[in-house]
Each structure stands twice: as structure tokens, then as C-alpha cells.
């Protein structure tokens, strides 16, 4: 779909980066007077748009089933109010989900021009970073942003502004995939694509203080599919190498810093050594950035057989360790996979990195009682909370799943799960459609912005980011771009995804 000008796509656009600002300072637009507020604003834009500046032609099948997805989700939730043993809770759930419909459709119409749809992924990581450096610096200097005490049993996990620090590590993941991913951009400019990989290491440096072990899981998830739909990968590798380094190297100095990581200990100032960490963080990431200047400027073209034989090797050199250390690393998984199993209280310090312990397979065994309990229909939206209270073998209290998947498959049923299935599959048809025919929007746009919309989607899977908007905004402005396939227009003596002349 193509609109007659672009400038209706960039109005749409700017909404949607002043909503998803907005929610994070809302504590993540989780309580409904954020969301409905949103939501209100999203239709009354897309409404606008529509009627103003009629799209011609209309949205591709992708987008349409994805958005009617969303749409007939939230009436499916509204009509599970009727035997839901909490109605308001499924009410407030079609809401929220009624607003997405809205997000996602305000999305696919910033995304529909030609001229502005390679912009997108641009300005989410521009948010991206606005919202998660806020909350490092928070950290770091809270002297010079002040943010509220964490909750008691989220210990000192790093959360702000968002309020719960696996939403806060799982948008610090999407935008390192995508800064990855847009370092790779060929049509963008050396300047912009340097920034890209220099933002990387202070967001890897802010996930690992929210301890979030399912940010880690999404944003291993979100690189492997960056490196599949990537088509220059030896580069991508070169610099991936380069922030990985450099974040880790910032974590080794944190461990030396206990009070940024874990919370002050009696005697010790909020924020201790911030200010060197941030030093340093900041010199490694204009590092990385020169690294990636580097690469733009000598690439190096090296025949894709030679890579896949230094994979081979790297593969089987893994496999060989494995092999050698079998029973290490056997017991190793084995005795994650018992604990994860073993349902326990939530541990908050930085050791719970290194265990799988937590209540999750509680959470997940009782989801999964309320499909079998009605499969077709669910125990009705928001029914998870008290089936939890009766049922729990824990001391945790818990409203949601923490699986977007589980949960709609124990509340809604297999209707419920039939229309998530569409609208996923919708989205993926359309990332595999743009990584095919990029078209104006690039390879290396179209790869960013698919596999950070990938990593959402493993992070919805573990963690309930359906309830945080401030998180599932932002992702839906991704599955806008991979969605809003406008028809192709070659430019004549150049390839998709080619660079422009210099």
C-alpha cells in the first residue's frame, strides 16, 4: 500500500514514538487509564488517516489478517467476560487488546509510504535508546535521574522507567538486535550505522543490570534470525564480535561494583563508581561505533564458502568441547532443566542469571490445567489469577502466565490461540516476504527490523509483555514495517537493497 503523499505516514509515525514515550513513563502503560488513553489516541489518528488520505490500494493480505488477528482477539476476550470468574479483568484485557488492533493499524499506515517506510526502524531504535538510557542513567547517576524505589521482591533489578525490569531487559534485547541489524544498512549513511552498533553496548550493558534471564533467551533467539535473514554476515559478525566484547568487558567492571548490580550495602551511596562505569561504557561504545566505520569503509569480500567452512569449524570445535565434556555439560542442563522444574520462589540478586529456579513451571502447569478444564473456549480472560491462588504449589502471587501463549491457550482456548496463530503468522509471512523483495525499505532494514520483531515475540513467549504497552508498542511498530509490503519500485540501473551511490 502506498500513500498518496508521505507525509501522512511520518504524522503517524510521530504519534506512535509520543505514545510509546509517554506509556514508558507510565510504568509501562500497564494500569488502564494509560492504556485506554493510548488506545483512544491511536484510533482517533488511524481514523485520520484513513479517512483523510485513503490508502490505494489496500494494505497487503498480511497486514489485513494480522490486524483483524488483533481485533478478533480482543472480542474474544470481551465475549469471555461472560464466563470469566473475574469480568473485569477480561474487560480491561479487550481493551488493551482493542488498543493494539489500533497501534498496529496506525503502524502499517506508517509504514505504507515509500519514501519513509526505511525510516521506521530508525526512529523505534532512536526511542529504544531514549527509553532504556534514561533508566541507565538512572543508575549510574542517580543524582541525576532520581527514579522510585524498586519493589521489594524485584530486589534491585533495574526497571526504570517501565516498572518491571523483564519488560525493561527484554526492549534493551530488541534494540540491540536491531542496532545490530541496522549497522548492516547499506542504503543508510556511515554515521547513522556507526551510532547503531555504538548503541548496542549501553544497552547490553542496562539488560544485564535488570537480571532478566528471558531477555537473554530472546536476544540469542533475535541474532540467530538476524544472522539468517542478514546478507552480509561476515561484517554483521565483525561487529557483533566487537559490542559483545565491549559489554562484557563493562559487566566484568561491575562485578567489582556490587552496589550498582545488587544495591548498596549499608555505608555505601546509591549509585557508587556509576560514573566511571558510565565513562567507560560510553569510550567502548564510541569503540564499537569505529569498529563499524571501519568495516563500512574496507569492506571485506570474502567468498561464501570460505565462511561456511570457519562455521563448520566453529561448529564442530563446539561439538568436540561437548564431547570431551559431556558429562559436565549434561549435568549442567540437567540439573537447570530440575530446577526449572522444581517450582520456587523468585530469586532477584544477580545469581539468578546462573540458575533456571523460579515459579514458572508452576505458572505454566496451571495454564495449562485451564485448557484442559475447556479447550475450546478457556477459562475466560483474566480467569489464570484465581486458578493460580487455588491451585498454586508456591508461596508467588501472579495475575498473568508469563507466556503470552500459555495464557491465551488456557483462558481463550483454542479459539483464542487459533487468532494469535494467525496474527503471528501473519506477521512471519511478511518477514519472510520483505527478506525476499526488500524493495525501498532495504536488506538491511528489512533484516533489522524482522529480527528484532522475532526477538518480541520469544520474549512475549517466557515473560507477560502483552500487559506491558510501553514494550508491545514499540514491537508493533516493527511488525508494521514487516507487514506494510508496498508494491516494488525498482529504481532503474540499481538492485533491491543496493547501496546508493557516493
Keep these: 500500500m502506498v500513500l498518496r503523499v508521505a507525509w501522512p505516514s511520518v504524522l503517524a509515525a510521530v504519534i506512535l514514538v509520543a505514545v510509546a514515550a509517554w506509556l514508558a513513563w507510565q510504568r509501562g502503560g ?7 488513553a493510548a488506545g483512544a489516541v491511536a484510533f482517533v489518528a488511524t481514523a485520520v488517516v484513513v479517512v483523510v ?4 490500494p489496500l494494505p497487503p493480505g498480511a497486514a489485513l489478517i494480522a490486524v483483524a488477528a488483533v481485533l478478533g482477539l480482543a472480542a474474544w476476550m470481551a465475549v469471555s467476560a461472560g464466563w470469566s470468574p473475574v469480568p473485569a479483568t477480561a474487560v480491561e484485557d479487550a481493551q488493551r487488546a482493542l488498543a493494539y488492533g489500533a497501534v498496529l493499524a496506525l503502524a502499517v499506515l506508517a509504514a505504507s509510504a515509500d519514501g519513509f517506510r526505511r525510516q521506521v526502524p530508525w526512529v523505534v531504535v532512536a526511542v529504544i535508546v531514549l527509553v532504556v538510557g534514561a533508566g541507565l542513567l538512572s543508575r549510574l547517576l542517580p543524582d541525576l535521574i532520581s527514579s522510585p524505589a524498586p519493589r521489594p521482591e524485584a530486589g534491585f533489578r533495574l526497571d526504570y522507567p517501565l516498572g ?3 519488560a525493561y531487559g527484554g526492549l534493551a534485547a530488541i534494540g540491540i538486535v536491531l542496532g545490530l541489524g541496522l549497522s548492516g544498512d547499506r542504503l543508510a549513511r556511515a554515521g547513522p550505522r556507526g551510532l547503531a552498533a555504538a548503541a548496542t553496548v549501553p544497552l547490553g550493558v542496562a539488560m544485564y543490570l535488570s537480571l532478566s534471564r528471558g531477555a537473554w533467551l530472546a536476544l540469542a533467539a533475535g541474532l540467530v534470525v538476524l544472522f539468517l535473514l542478514a546478507r552480509e554476515r561476515l561484517a554483521l559478525l565483525a561487529t557483533a564480535v566487537a559490542a559483545a566484547a565491549a559489554a562484557a568487558v563493562v559487566i566484568l567492571v561491575l562485578q567489582d561494583h556490587p552496589a550498582l548490580v545488587d544495591g548498596p550495602r549499608a555505608g555505601e551511596a546509591l549509585g557508587a563508581g556509576g560514573g566511571g562505569v558510565l565513562a567507560l561504557t560510553l569510550g567502548l561504545a564510541l569503540v564499537v561505533g569505529a569498529v563499524q566505520l571501519a568495516v563500512i569503509a574496507a569492506p571485506v569480500r ?13 561448529v564442530l570445535g563446539g561439538a568436540a568441547a561437548v564431547a570431551v565434556e559431556h558429562r559436565r555439560v549434561g549435568d549442567f542442563f540437567d540439573r537447570q532443566w530440575n530446577d526449572f522444574l522444581r517450582p520456587a520462589g523468585q530469586p532477584s540478586q544477580s545469581g539468578r542469571l546462573a540458575t533456571a529456579k523460579g515459579p514458572r513451571s508452576d505458572f505454566y502447569r496451571v495454564a495449562l490445567d485451564g485448557f484442559e478444564a475447556q479447550p475450546w473456549r478457556g477459562i475466560g480472560s483474566g480467569g489464570f489469577e484465581p486458578l493460580y491462588v487455588r491451585d498454586r504449589r508456591t ?3 501472579a495475575r498473568d502466565v508469563h507466556s503470552l501463549y500459555l495464557e491465551v491457550l488456557g483462558e481463550l482456548g483454542i479459539v483464542g490461540a487459533l487468532l494469535v496463530a494467525a496474527f503471528v503468522v501473519a506477521t512471519l509471512a511478511g518477514l519472510v516476504a520483505a527478506r525476499r523483495r526488500p524493495g525501498p525499505l532495504g536488506a538491511g532494514a528489512a533484516a533489522a527490523a524482522g529480527a528484532a520483531w522475532a526477538t518480541w515475540l520469544v520474549h512475549a513467549g517466557v515473560d507477560w509483555d502483552w500487559q506491558m504497552p510501553a514494550l508491545t508498542v514499540v514491537a508493533l511498530m516493527l511488525a508494521g514495517v514487516v507487514v506494510a509490503r508496498p508494491p516494488l519500485q525498482r529504481p532503474s540501473g540499481a538492485s533491491a537493497g543496493s547501496a546508493p551511490p557516493r
Excluded at 30 to 35: D, G, I, V
Excluded at 53 to 56: A, D, K, M, S
Excluded at 306 to 311: D, E, K, P, T
Design 395 to 397: 508461596n508467588e502471587t
Design 30 to 36: 500497564y494500569f488502564p487509564p494509560a492504556f485506554l
Design 53 to 56: 488520505w485513503p490508502p490505494r
Design 302 to 314: 570474502v567468498p561464501g564458502a570460505a565462511v561456511a567452512a570457519v562455521l563448520a569449524l566453529v
Design 164 to 166: 518491571y525490569s523483564n
